[in-house]
C-alpha cells in the first residue's frame, strides 16, 4: 500500500516535471522566435536605409547642377554640424567627469562619517572599559553592554552594514 502509494506520488512528480520541462521548451521556442523576428524587423529597417541612402547619393550624382555658392553653404552647414556635434560630445563629457567626481566625493564624505561614527563608539567604549566617574555615567554605555556588543559579531556587523548605507 505504502509501495503504490509512492510510485503514484513519484508518476505525478514525474508528470509534473515533464510538463515543466515542455512549458519551459515552449517558452524558450517562443522567445527564440520573438528573437528572430525582431532580427528580421532590424534587418528589414537597415535595408530600407541603405536603399534610402543610395537613392539619396544617385540623385546627388544625377544632379550635379548645385552652384558653387550651394556647395559652400552646404559644406559650411556640414562643419556647422560637426562642430555643434563635437561641442556637445564635450559637454556630454564634462558632465560625465563631474558625475564621476562627485560621486567620488560622495563616496569619500560616506567614509569620512563612518570614520567619526567608529571613533565615537570606540570613544564611548574606552570610557566604559576604564574607570568612570557616577556623573559621567549617565552618557556612557554600559561595561556588560560593550563587552557583549565587542563579542558579538554579528552586532559589529549590524553597526558597520548601517553606518554604509
Known amino acids: 500500500d505504502i509501495s503504490e502509494k509512492r510510485k503514484i506520488e513519484e508518476e505525478k512528480i514525474r508528470v ?9 521548451q515552449q ?26 541612402l543610395k537613392k539619396e547619393e544617385e540623385s546627388r550624382a544625377e544632379d550635379p547642377q548645385m552652384s558653387p555658392e550651394e556647395e559652400q553653404s552646404i559644406k559650411a552647414l556640414e562643419i556647422e554640424e560637426y562642430e555643434e556635434m563635437m561641442k556637445t560630445e564635450e559637454r556630454i563629457n564634462q558632465l560625465e567627469l563631474s558625475i564621476a567626481s562627485l560621486d567620488y566625493e560622495l563616496e569619500r ?33 554600559q561595561r ?17 552594514g548601517k553606518g554604509t548605507e
Do not use: P
Request: proline share 0%; hydrophobic share 35%; aromatic share 4%.
Open 16 to 24: 509534473e516535471e515533464e510538463e515543466k520541462k515542455k512549458m519551459e
Open 27 to 52: 517558452i524558450q521556442k517562443e522567445r527564440a522566435k520573438k528573437l528572430e523576428e525582431e532580427k528580421k524587423m532590424i534587418e528589414m529597417k537597415e535595408i530600407e536605409e541603405i536603399r534610402k
Open 109 to 141: 564624505f560616506d567614509i569620512e562619517r563612518m570614520k567619526d561614527k567608529t571613533k565615537k563608539v570606540m570613544k564611548r567604549m574606552s570610557l566604559v572599559i576604564s574607570d568612570t566617574r557616577d556623573d559621567e555615567l549617565d552618557i556612557i554605555l
Open 144 to 160: 556588560t553592554t560593550v563587552n557583549g556588543f565587542m563579542e558579538n559579531e554579528v552586532l559589529w556587523g549590524k553597526y558597520l
